[in-house]
């Protein structure tokens, strides 16, 4: 196969839709010989912010010289972004090779009588069968949706499993309270296996401590094991001492903007000291501060441009949304704002566009590139509610994007938030602008 045709045939599998459980995803890679088997796996779940965990902790065992695969979902704009392997993308050859294995056996799945396997399942097959074939000191596993039923949960005995926040979210599969949302994402608990989590809802921390006690899990709640002095907050970054276990650790200066990163950070340095506990790592300062220095995740309150400033955020969910304008309403204050928004539908929109009313300006709605797309004109007459500025729905994303462009001069600051299905191809737009 050839790139193109790879995935025409990985996204053919899209059709099958979102469904929870393990049978096929087992089925499906015993037919390859399990090669998620023996996989030295960090499996992170949350509703929020297990994407910036995983770079973090992948970005500083890099720093340390290890060996490092980094599996994560979904993509802003190039498939190949959700398989890395020594901070490299996979390449279009060896997607090409992993993937004709997989949809071979998809397709002797389907001969045989199973279900089809869905996309997430043949894409994270695809990584595994990838991962198994290199030198591997760590991979950082990213979960696609909740943790007990998802694909990526097949993998039996992880080094470490963290949970970095619970919010409602994705309530339709998940539950629709913390403590239903806590149990499904604590479902990548496994005998034994460490645990770190940090949630602010009690009734969660409840259900998760329940089923680590179960499990045997040794268990570590970062919100009380580790706190943070705060020295410094910029847009472009958090400046922080932190303490982790009782342990002083130096100066740490994040390259991700917003408090929110310092709690994300606080969870992945947990981490990383419990790995060096068990004795599966051994931190050295300059390669923990360089690590996390270094980690970017493209798309989170991340700047394109200085002049206007043109940030760009992922804020995909009310949580989101709140750590968004939490982060930056402080330095938006007398800033002329074009506030450049798109959802998807079965999303808490009503709640998202409260969050955002605190963010005075002019407002464009437009589309994501997904078929759960909140329509421009139902988000813009949300949006009109309570604003005194100007709001426009112009559906397609890149005449939206055009329109921003043509008048940046009429504003300071130009925020585009929402849907990461958006945020690709705001990227996209601006970079190539560039």
């Known amino acids: 196969m050839d790139y193109e045709t790879c995935l025409d045939r990985i996204h053919a599998l899209e059709r099958y839709g979102s469904r929870l459980g393990l049978d096929r995803m087992r089925e499906l890679l015993r037919r390859l010989g399990d090669p998620q088997k023996d996989l ?12 910036s965990v995983s770079r973090y902790l992948a970005s500083v065992l890099l720093a340390h010289g290890c060996r490092v695969g980094l599996y994560t979902s979904p993509y802003l704009e ?7 392997y020594m901070g490299e993308e996979i390449a279009h050859a060896e997607l090409c090779e992993a993937a004709e294995a997989v949809l071979g056996a998809v397709e002797d799945m389907t001969r045989d ?14 990584g595994f069968w990838y991962y198994s074939r290199r030198p591997l000191d760590y991979l950082v596993l990213e979960v696609g949706l909740g943790g007990r039923f998802d694909a990526t949960n097949v993998v039996e005995a992880p080094l470490l499993t963290l949970i970095t926040s619970i919010d409602l979210d994705h309530m339709a599969q998940l539950g629709n309270s913390l403590g239903a949302i806590a149990g499904e994402k604590a479902g990548i608990f496994k005998p034994g296996c460490p645990a770190v989590y940090l949630v602010h809802s009690e009734e969660a921390r409840e259900i998760i401590e329940a089923r680590a006690e179960e499990l045997g899990c040794p268990c570590y709640d970062a919100g009380r094991a580790a706190r943070a002095e705060l020295l410094e907050e910029r847009l472009q970054g958090c400046r922080f001492r932190p303490e982790v276990l009782g342990r002083t650790l130096p100066e740490i200066t994040l390259s991700m903007g917003g408090l929110h990163q310092v709690e994300n950070a606080l969870v992945a340095l ?93 407002v464009v709605c437009t589309e994501p590139a997904s078929p759960r797309k ?3 004109d139902a988000l813009a007459e949300k949006m009109r509610e309570g604003r005194s500025g100007t709001v426009r729905a112009i559906a397609d994303p890149m005449e939206a994007c055009r329109y921003a462009e043509e008048h940046a001069a009429d504003y300071d600051v130009i925020l585009a938030a929402g849907s990461l299905y958006l ?12």
Request: with cysteine; net charge negative.
């Open 78 to 84: 190039r498939f190949t972004e959700r398989i890395e």
């Open 270 to 362: 947990t981490g990383l000291v419990v790995l060096e506990e068990r004795g599966l790592l051994r931190l050295r300062e300059d390669a923990l501060c360089l690590g996390m220095r270094q980690a970017r995740q493209h798309g989170r309150l991340e700047i394109l441009r200085e002049e206007p400033l043109l940030l760009i955020d992922g804020a995909h969910n009310p949580a989101g949304v709140n750590s968004l304008v939490r982060a930056v309403a402080p330095h938006l204050a007398g800033k002329r704002l074009l506030l450049l928004s798109g959802v998807l539908a079965d999303k808490d929109s009503d709640r998202m566009v409260q969050a955002l009313r605190v963010l005075e300006g002019d």
């Open 374 to 376: 909140l329509a421009a």
């Open 423 to 434: 945020i690709g191809l705001v990227r996209s737009y601006f970079k190539h602008e560039e």
């Open 40 to 51: 030295p796996v960090i499996h992170v779940a949350g509703t929020n912010g297990k994407g």
């Open 113 to 126: 009588g199973w279900d089809s396997p869905t996309e997430f399942e043949a894409v994270t097959a695809i």
